[in-house]
């Protein structure tokens, strides 16, 4: 079936340290692909999302690619700040009128 | 827009009791889905429909859990009765087709001693 596995947390970086958490997929078809983010006491918000391979997606300083050879869909930031800390969830939507299915999140702690 | 709203923000209940939890999708959005968050199992989906039918229920935990729609503006998720492992966060989301963004809302966090 159609899943998503992300990198345990926590993990746990100093200020303007170089931020990777991986994510990769697996479904039977070609997926859109998102990455979700939880701050403290709040519901998830859209983060960012690829919808073809070799797409990019970008906000806030993070990116992800779309890499359908290595069906990833890592997440980057090249200077992390201590606002950044929060919880990571990388998910897919493989077709109209499924829901999202997200992995288990990446808790991120950022001190300074 | 006021976002996805979601009352009570916190709910404190004694095992056996009745709960219900509501909701207030995004206006004009035709999906809504209900999660369940655990440190122990992470972001569970519950239920969800669209335009106010339940399309998926196959995460609804037992038959204590139910979940209505009777309006574009308004879902409820009641736990009768209630245990102490259904204490959680509850998340209400909303979109416009499954291929857009989730809205969110808050949260309703559950505690059933």
Redesign the interface.
Known sequence: GNSVTQMEGPVTLSEEAFLTINCTYTATGYP?L?W?VQYP??????LL?ATKADDKGSNKGFEATYRKETTSFHLEKGSVQVSDSAVY?CAL?F??????I????TTLSVSS | DAGVIQSPRHEVTEMGQEVTLRCKPISGHDYLFWYRQTMMRGLELLIYFNNNVPIDDSGMPEDRFSAKMPNASFSTLKIQPSEPRDSAVYFCASSLGTLSPLHFGNGTRLTVT
């Open positions: 859109s998102f979700y006491g709040e519901g998830l918000q859209l999302k969830f939507s077709q109209a009128g499924t829901a999202l997200f992995g288990k999140g």
